[in-house]
């Protein structure tokens, strides 16, 4: 588990990381975009876009990179942060 800065994850947190994974996934293929396509706009490695991306990890991330992924995928940040039921 990749934890930048000894980050504690709450246990109820564990399913949002995720699901942030799955929205980028999800916003990156509806504009066709491969990873590595994402994380060089993105200005970020692919390796790690795929560490966000994937449903078995917890990677956590700043705002600022929540916010250039957004950017590129053309849409509102909070996009991104809309979790299904």
């Not at 994850?9 to 916003?27: H, M, P, Q, S, T």
């Amino acid at each position: 588990m990749h934890m930048a800065r000894s980050t504690k994850i709450a246990l109820e947190n564990r399913d949002k990381y995720i699901a942030l994974g799955l929205n980028i996934a999800y916003y990156r293929k509806r504009e066709g975009m491969t990873q590595d396509q994402l994380a060089e706009k993105a200005g970020m490695s692919r390796s790690y876009l795929g560490e966000i991306e994937a449903p078995n990890m917890i990677t956590t991330m700043s705002l600022e990179v929540l916010f250039n992924i957004a950017n590129v995928l053309r849409i509102k940040p909070s996009k991104l942060l809309e979790f299904r039921d």
